[in-house]
Every structure is written in structure tokens, then in C-alpha cells.
């Protein structure tokens, strides 16, 4: 009996670890625009292939990992299966369908009209975010403020089919308040530099350099804060433009 039991506690143990363990991704194995969904994967949290990801397996993930609650990334994960050509699965690729989750403007990724490979981690877009709050060592919600209105300026003077209305810029402030929560402070918003840009880097979970997941749930009203102070830090302002990939819709 005992040793029955000790072997499953071993094997629990074994299973626990192997589960959470990094694994870069490996020839077929999809990846996309969200780093933190990236790193989910490359923890194997989530399928470590990137493939056949429902919605109740994104938010329970997101949860385990990270601590945030569905509340907060429902939409996000409801808008995910309408990136893909199944009903009920969908990979890390297929939601970098442009405009329906994906922007322009990005923190970390080219916009989609380049035709560059805007899907991976572009190590010169990111560096406007890597780049901010000189002579500290922590990002905040003023830096990540003037990181998304420069990243948009960028794309005004570039892109000449940029999409920027009120869908992106709620969506670009809800990205950038949970990159700020999620791997700092929640109620200050002030997150470790080093954490932040292991993450976006490597999609690598920051354990190794002291990250824990926030002790706190993370809901719409620890993040709502957040976002809105960041978005004014942004003086944000919308350009419009047309919606060329998923079809047009509104958030509010
Ligand atoms: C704890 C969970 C999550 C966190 C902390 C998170 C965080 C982020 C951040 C910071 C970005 C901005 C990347 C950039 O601008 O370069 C981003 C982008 C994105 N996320 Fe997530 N995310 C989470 C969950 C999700 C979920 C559940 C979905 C959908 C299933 C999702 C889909 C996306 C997509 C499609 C983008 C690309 C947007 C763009 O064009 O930049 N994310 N996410
Ligand atoms: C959706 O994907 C699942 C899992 O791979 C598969 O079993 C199912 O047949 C697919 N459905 C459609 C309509 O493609
Ligand atoms: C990164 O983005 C820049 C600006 O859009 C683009 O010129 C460059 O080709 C991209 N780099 C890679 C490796 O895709
Ligand atoms: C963010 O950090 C910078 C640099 O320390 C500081 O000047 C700014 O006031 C901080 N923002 C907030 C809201 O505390
Ligand atoms: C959201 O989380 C905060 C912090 O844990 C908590 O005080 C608050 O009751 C939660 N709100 C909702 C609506 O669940
Ligand atoms: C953002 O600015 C508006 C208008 O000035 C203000 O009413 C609101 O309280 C600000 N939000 C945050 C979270 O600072
Ligand atoms: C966007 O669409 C509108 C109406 O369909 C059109 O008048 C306008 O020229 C388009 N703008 C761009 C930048 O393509």
C-alpha cells in the first residue's frame, strides 16, 4: 500500500515537473503573436505543438500560469475561434488573423503590411519598449504609455494601412496593463525589466530570475485601473483606417 502510494506521489512529482518544464519549440510546433501564450506553450502548459487549443484550455492555462481570471481574456479567447477554420480548437498561429485580435502597432511584432514575418518576436520593434525608463530598473505605467505612442507613431508614419480605432486601442492598453500586472506590481503597475524583457524575448516564463505569479486573482478590476492609466499616458488619439482581414466590429 505504502509503496504504491509513495510511487504516485513520486510520479505526481515527476509529472508536475516534466509538465512545467521549458522546451524550446521544436520543427511543426506553431507559435504566434502572443508572447505569453507562446511561453504557456513553451512550458507546456498549453499543447507544447500550439495546436488544438479550445477555449476553456486558454483560460484554465492563463489561470494556472499567470493568474488571470477568464473575465479578463474571455473576449480575447472567444474572438481566437473565430481566427480558426474549426469550431472548437484553434492554434497559435491562426489567431494572428489580422484585425480581429491582432493590431498594428505592436510592442514586439512588425505590422502585418510589411509582409515581414510579423508574427515572431522582432527584436527592433521591441526595441522602443526595451528601450524606455532609462537609468531604472522597472517599466510603469508612464513607460508604457510613451512605448505605445511611439510604436503608433511609428506605424502612422509607415504603415499606410494602419487600423487604429477604438477596438485597438482598448485591446493595445489591456496588452500593455498585463505585461505591467502580470509580471510587476498589480496595483502599481511597476514591473521588473528583467522579467518583462525575458518574456517577450525568449517566451520563457521568468522562474529562474525570481517571477512568481501574482498572489492576487487578476481580474477586469485590477487591470481596468491599470489599462486606462495607460492608455492616457499614451495620448492616444484614433486614425481609423479600414479593416482588411477580419471583419470590422466594436468593443464596449
Ligand atoms: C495571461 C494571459 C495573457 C497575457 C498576459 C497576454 C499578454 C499579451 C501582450 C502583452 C501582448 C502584446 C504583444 C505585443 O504587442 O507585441 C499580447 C498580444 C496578443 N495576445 Fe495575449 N495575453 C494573454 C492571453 C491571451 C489570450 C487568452 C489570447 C487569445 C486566445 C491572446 C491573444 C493575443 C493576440 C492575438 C495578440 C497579438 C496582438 C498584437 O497584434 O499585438 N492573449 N498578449
Ligand atoms: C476540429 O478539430 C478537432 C481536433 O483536432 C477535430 O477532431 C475535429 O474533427 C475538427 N472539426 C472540424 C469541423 O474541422
Ligand atoms: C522587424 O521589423 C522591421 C520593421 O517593420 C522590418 O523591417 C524587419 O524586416 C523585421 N525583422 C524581421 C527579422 O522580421
Ligand atoms: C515611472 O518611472 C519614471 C522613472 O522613475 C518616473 O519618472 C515616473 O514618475 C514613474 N511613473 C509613475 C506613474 O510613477
Ligand atoms: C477582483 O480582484 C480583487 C483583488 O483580488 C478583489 O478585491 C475583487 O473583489 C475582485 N473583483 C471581482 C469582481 O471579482
Ligand atoms: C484618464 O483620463 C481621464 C480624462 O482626463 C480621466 O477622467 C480618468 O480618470 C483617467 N483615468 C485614469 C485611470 O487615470
Ligand atoms: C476606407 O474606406 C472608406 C469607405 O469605404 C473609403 O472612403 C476610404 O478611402 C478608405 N480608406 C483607406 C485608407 O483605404
Excluded at 508572447?35 to 492555462?61: C, E, M, R, W
Excluded at 487600423?163 to 498589480?186: C, H, M, Q, W
Excluded at 495620448?235 to 477580419?246: E, L, P, R, S
Aim: hydrophobic share 40%.
Amino acid at each position: 500500500m505504502l509503496g504504491i502510494k509513495f510511487l504516485t506521489i513520486l510520479s505526481l512529482l515527476f509529472f508536475k515537473c516534466f509538465c512545467f518544464r521549458l522546451e524550446t519549440p521544436g520543427e511543426g510546433d506553431l507559435r504566434g503573436p502572443c508572447p505569453f501564450l507562446n511561453a504557456l506553450a513553451n512550458h507546456n502548459y498549453l499543447p507544447h505543438n500550439g495546436k488544438d487549443i479550445t477555449i476553456s484550455q486558454v483560460l484554465d492555462t492563463s489561470k494556472k500560469g499567470f493568474n488571470v481570471e477568464p473575465d479578463v481574456l474571455g473576449l480575447f479567447a472567444k474572438l481566437a475561434l473565430i481566427t480558426s477554420a474549426n469550431y472548437t480548437v484553434f492554434s497559435l498561429t491562426d489567431i494572428n488573423l489580422h484585425d480581429c485580435i491582432e493590431t498594428d502597432a505592436s510592442l514586439s511584432r512588425a505590422d502585418a503590411f510589411t509582409n515581414a514575418n510579423n508574427l515572431g518576436f522582432n527584436e527592433t520593434i521591441y526595441q522602443t519598449l526595451a528601450s524606455s525608463n532609462p537609468g531604472v530598473d522597472y517599466y510603469n505605467v508612464t513607460s508604457a504609455g510613451a512605448v505605445m505612442k511611439a510604436r503608433l507613431a511609428d506605424s502612422v508614419a509607415t504603415n499606410p494601412e494602419l487600423v487604429n480605432g477604438d477596438k485597438e486601442i482598448t485591446f493595445r492598453a489591456t496588452e500593455s496593463a498585463l505585461y505591467l500586472i502580470v509580471l510587476g506590481n498589480p496595483d502599481s503597475g511597476v514591473a521588473p525589466k528583467k522579467f518583462v524583457d525575458v518574456l517577450f524575448s525568449e517566451e520563457r516564463i521568468p522562474y529562474d530570475e525570481g517571477w512568481a505569479a501574482p498572489s492576487v486573482p487578476i481580474n477586469g478590476s485590477v487591470v481596468g485601473p491599470i489599462a486606462g492609466s495607460v492608455m492616457n499616458a499614451s495620448q492616444w488619439v484614433a486614425t481609423g483606417g479600414n479593416h482588411t482581414g477580419a471583419l470590422p466590429f466594436t468593443v464596449g
